[in-house]
Structures are given as C-alpha cells and as structure tokens.
C-alpha cells in the first residue's frame, strides 16, 4: 500500500466509531440542505451545461461521484476511466503532499470537466483549530487551485466531515459552501475491490453524494463497475454544482 493511503487508513479507522457515526448518520444537530431542496430553493430555473452534456437533476435520477484527498498516483488511472465512460466527479483536494506533487493531475481534472474543489491544506480537524488556521487551511488550497486552473474553488469538504458555526462563518467568508456526503463505502477500511463496489450500491438512492478516496488501492478498481451498475440502474453522474442546479452552493451552507 502506499504512504499516503496508509498514513489516512490509520487516521480514519481511529476516528470511525466517533466522529464519522455522527457525520453520517445524521443523528447530530447539524443543518444541512439536501440536493432536492437547494433545486427547489432556486429563484428560477434555468440549465446547468457542462462538458458532458446537460442534465436537469429536477427530472434525471441523478448521482454525484466525489473523491477525497488527492491526487495521488491513482489519479490518473480514475482520469482515465472517468473519459472514457463520459462521466463527471467532483475532486475534493488536499494541499500538502498532493496538489503540490501532483499539479498537472488537478490541472487535468479541471480541463476534463471535472469540478475540483478543496479538503483543506493538511488535513487538520477543523473544529479544534483557531479561526486564523481554519483560515489558512482553506485559503491556502484556494491559492493554488486558482493559480493551476484559473478558478477559485467555492465548494470544500471538511475533513472527518467535522465543522461547526465557526467553520460555517470562515467558509461564509470565504465565498465556500460545504459538502458532506450521503453514500460512503468506507474504503478506508479495505482494499477489497468489489466490497466498495457492493457497500456504494447498497446506499445509493436518487441525489446521491457518494464519498470515496483515490489514495486507497482498492477504490479505482471499483469505480468502473459502480457506473456501470447505476448507469444500468437508470442513474445519471453529474458533478455537485449540477446536482444542486438550478439552485447554486450558497457560501457559508452545508449541503448533504
């Protein structure tokens, strides 16, 4: 297994038990607005295009794909795939040991179509931190993601899926809604390729956001037999900002 994928497998196997029940199973307090209702939220319709075609979640069965913590020496083989079967993910990216190690991936995921969006820097529970760190994790990948692609990310996720109303107020400022998740295949915890193909299937409904990371060896292997099999199922991929469209990720919101 690679560093990467090891170091984040021990850290989120640690916290699973904890702060990831919570986060997922919706049993906390916190708000968050689901794809359907941001669509309904909208002033008024209008068409979300993109380079795969445009797609109107308000009548397609949609579902979004989403990746945590890259790039990674995965990246280009899920890149791949994702051509060739013409479907768009969103790419929520790391800084440190990953956008600046592998800048011409994030460069890549944005002229493909893709929407690349932040983690944060390194990493850091975003709840434990000062608002002037909850700051730099953010701006930081923010910078660099504007310099590769020329456009400033507006959505990010927090990792361990962790925020709070400081983190709410710091992303508000910074123009970033937050993305959780609603599907999750836990593949920090295997490598067992048609585990995470069986654990995304059982999950998914309509309006999906579904959580995996291309640092783990067994994720990119899934991938062609999770489209294949809810494409079969009558699902169409769309990134988030489709997802929500015609409604928009309004900063400061955190959307499940």
């Given at each position: 297994m690679n560093k990467t994928g090891d170091r984040f497998r021990t850290a989120l196997m640690s916290v699973a038990a904890a702060s990831l029940a919570l986060s997922l199973s919706g049993c906390g307090s916190l708000d968050t607005t689901a794809p359907s209702a941001a669509r309904a939220q909208a002033a008024e319709a209008s068409t979300t295009q993109a380079r795969f075609g445009t797609v109107d979640c308000r009548h397609a069965k949609c579902v979004a794909l989403t990746f945590d913590a890259g790039p990674s020496e995965h990246s280009t083989e899920l890149l791949d795939i994702l051509k060739e079967k013409q479907v768009p993910a969103t790419f929520f990216l790391l800084g440190k040991r990953h956008i600046e190690k592998y800048p011409e991936l994030v460069k890549r995921m944005a002229d493909e179509g893709h929407e690349v969006a932040s983690h944060t820097w390194d990493h850091k529970i975003l709840t434990k931190l000062t608002p002037a760190e909850i700051r730099e994790e953010l701006e930081r990948p923010n910078r660099e993601i504007e310099?590769?692609?020329?456009?400033?990310?507006?959505?990010?996720?927090?990792?361990?899926?962790?925020?709070d109303d400081r983190v709410h107020e710091i992303c508000e400022e910074l123009g970033?809604?937050?993305?959780?998740?609603?599907?999750?295949?836990?593949?920090?915890?295997?490598?067992?390729?048609?585990?995470?193909r069986k654990r995304v299937l059982n999950q998914v409904s309509r309006d999906g956001i579904i959580l995996l990371h291309d640092i783990y060896d067994g994720t990119v292997p899934a991938v062609p037999g999770i489209i294949d099999a809810l494409k079969a199922r009558g699902y169409v991929f769309v990134t988030v900002p489709q997802l929500l469209a015609p409604g928009k990720a309004e900063p400061g919101k955190v959307y499940r």
């Open positions: 310099r590769l692609t020329g456009q400033r990310p507006t959505l990010m996720r927090p990792p361990q899926g962790r925020t970033m809604a937050e993305v959780l998740w609603s599907v999750t295949a836990k593949d920090y915890t295997t490598n067992d390729s048609a585990l995470i």
